[in-house]
């Protein structure tokens, strides 16, 4: 039994590609390749295959070039770029300008990450196929989406961690010298590159580039800086706005319904519905009143009977007008003066109250309070266009 786990091979429609054009002389053009997850398994291919298990991504073919000298083995080439992933690769297929499926092949199973995930990195997916003639095979892409093709290249790419802001600036200036160096290395590929080509490996580049640094500043994003960086001059060809001086941030509800909302401030003053609801104990004293001296409503005006018997002292001579109160008379109307009865006498001072008044002592000055959280500033700037 066969160990072989991988194996390519050509469709019917790929057999028949390749036949008219031994016949004919005229190349048969390779176009695109794409890669499928095999549904889950690394699937078996055979000469009655006619696409992929489940495709998962497809683009122009990045090279066509023979392999390792052999006449008879052609090597088609794919890039897959960071910013695409997500999924596993497990088999790969190629295909004419009209889509049509010309080889099919599995491949060991591989992950490709998507730079959102925290990973990113150039996929390069490589096909061999054995032709009667590698001169019956020729690549037809275009030229706007083909990166490079040389070793020194995918070394360059794989070693990039991640792509931050300083890999966004600096990633075309790295991928000119690997080109450089892969050109002086790769004489098949210097010697059939035309100016052109180069011009189009540079633009795709600085596209991709672009599209690495979009991916990771979309309109909205917002950049925290340690010093003084201004994103728009920094990124030239994006628009950003300042945070504001002496902000806090504090996040925003889920949905987003109130972005960009302002409100709070560093100091408050109290006032006196932010007291406690509590009661507060005064106690004291009136001021001391002299009410004086206060006569009571005449009343009580009486008479008392007695009687009186003429003077006969020696004074008088015995005889006189004077009367005298007599000490044993009996009592009628002219008795002696009764003793009047006990009674009293009515002082009407009248109801009265006195009204107090005071203030407690200042409880305060009312100087505003400092709410001010501990804080470390930064520069803020967030993108617009």
Same mark, same amino acid.
């Given at each position: 039994?066969?160990?072989?786990?991988?194996?390519?091979?050509?469709?019917?429609?790929?057999?028949?590609?390749?036949?008219?054009?031994?016949?004919?002389?005229?190349?048969?053009?390779?176009?695109?390749?794409?890669?499928?997850?095999?549904?889950?398994?690394?699937?078996?291919?055979?000469?009655?295959?006619?696409?992929?298990?489940?495709?998962?991504?497809?683009?122009?073919?990045?090279?066509?070039?023979?392999?390792?000298?052999?006449?008879?083995?052609?090597?088609?080439?794919?890039?897959?770029?960071?910013?695409?992933?997500?999924?596993?690769?497990?088999?790969?297929?190629?295909?004419?300008?009209?889509?049509?499926?010309?080889?099919?092949?599995?491949?060991?199973?591989?992950?490709?990450?998507?730079?959102?995930?925290?990973?990113?990195?150039?996929?390069?997916?490589?096909?061999?196929?054995?032709?009667?003639?590698?001169?019956?095979?020729?690549?037809?892409?275009?030229?706007? *989406?083909?990166?490079?093709?040389?070793?020194?290249? !995918? =070394?360059? +790419? $794989? @070693? %990039?961690? /991640?792509? #931050? &802001?300083?890999?966004?600036?600096? *990633?075309?200036?790295?991928?000119?010298?690997?080109? !450089? =160096?892969? +050109? $002086? @290395? %790769?004489? /098949?590929? #210097? &010697?059939?590159?035309?100016?052109?080509?180069?011009?189009?490996?540079?633009?795709?580049? !600085?596209?991709?580039?672009?599209?690495?640094?979009?991916?990771?500043?979309?309109?909205?994003?917002?950049?925290?800086?340690?010093?003084?960086?201004?994103?728009?001059?920094?990124?030239?060809?994006?628009?950003?706005?300042?945070?504001?001086?002496?902000?806090?941030?504090?996040?925003?509800?889920?949905?987003?319904?109130?972005?960009?909302?302002?409100?709070?401030?560093?100091?408050?003053?109290?006032?006196?519905?932010?007291?406690?609801?509590?009661?507060?104990?005064?106690?004291?004293?009136?001021?001391?009143?002299?009410?004086?001296?206060?006569?009571?409503?005449?009343?009580?005006?009486?008479?008392?009977?007695?009687?009186?018997?003429?003077?006969?002292?020696?004074?008088?001579?015995?005889?006189?007008?004077?009367?005298?109160?007599?000490?044993?008379?009996?009592?009628?109307?002219?008795?002696?003066?009764?003793?009047?009865?006990?009674?009293?006498?009515?002082?009407?001072?009248?109801?009265?109250?006195?009204?107090?008044?005071?203030?407690?002592?200042?409880?305060?000055?009312?100087?505003?309070?400092?709410?001010?959280?501990?804080?470390?500033?930064?520069?803020?700037?967030?993108?617009?266009?």
């Amino acid at each position: 039994m066969s160990d072989k786990r991988f194996n390519s091979v050509l469709t019917a429609a790929g057999e028949a590609t390749l036949s008219q054009a031994m016949v004919s002389g005229s190349p048969a053009g390779l176009t695109f390749m794409a890669v499928g997850d095999g549904g889950g398994t690394v699937p078996v291919f055979g000469s009655t295959s006619t696409s992929l298990k489940r495709e998962v991504y497809r683009a122009y073919l990045n090279s066509l070039t023979l392999a390792d000298g052999n006449k008879n083995i052609v090597q088609a080439e794919m890039i897959i770029p960071p910013q695409v992933g997500g999924f596993t690769i497990r088999e790969a297929a190629i295909y004419d300008a009209n889509g049509v499926c010309q080889a099919v092949a599995s491949v060991p199973e591989t992950y490709k990450p998507l730079l959102a995930e925290g990973a990113g990195r150039h996929q390069v997916i490589r096909i061999w196929l054995a032709v009667s003639n590698a001169a019956s095979v020729q690549l037809t892409a275009d030229p706007s *989406v083909i990166v490079a093709t040389a070793t020194q290249l !995918k =070394k360059t +790419q $794989d @070693t %990039a961690k /991640d792509y #931050t &802001d300083a890999v966004a600036d600096t *990633v075309s200036t790295q991928l000119t010298h690997a080109i !450089k =160096k892969a +050109q $002086d @290395t %790769a004489h /098949d590929y #210097t &010697d059939t590159v035309s100016e052109s080509l180069k011009a189009a490996i540079s633009d795709a580049v !600085k596209t991709a580039s672009r599209a690495v640094w979009e991916d990771d500043n979309p309109v909205g994003t917002v950049r925290f800086f340690q010093q003084k960086i201004d994103p728009n001059a920094k990124w030239p060809w994006s628009t950003w706005v300042y945070l504001g001086e002496n902000k806090t941030i504090r996040l925003g509800k889920q949905d987003g319904s109130d972005v960009f909302t302002t409100g709070g401030a560093d100091s408050v003053t109290l006032t006196r519905g932010n007291l406690p609801n509590v009661q507060v104990d005064v106690s004291g004293t009136a001021a001391a009143t002299d009410l004086g001296t206060k006569q009571t409503t005449p009343a009580g005006k009486h008479g008392h009977a007695g009687k009186f018997t003429e003077s006969n002292t020696a004074l008088d001579g015995g005889s006189s007008d004077r009367r005298s109160w007599s000490s044993k008379a009996s009592p009628n109307n002219e008795d002696l003066i009764q003793a009047a009865d006990d009674h009293q006498h009515d002082v009407a001072l009248g109801p009265h109250g006195h009204d107090v008044s005071g203030k407690t002592a200042a409880l305060g000055s009312g100087s505003s309070i400092n709410i001010t959280n501990s804080y470390l500033k930064l520069m803020g700037w967030y993108r617009t266009a």
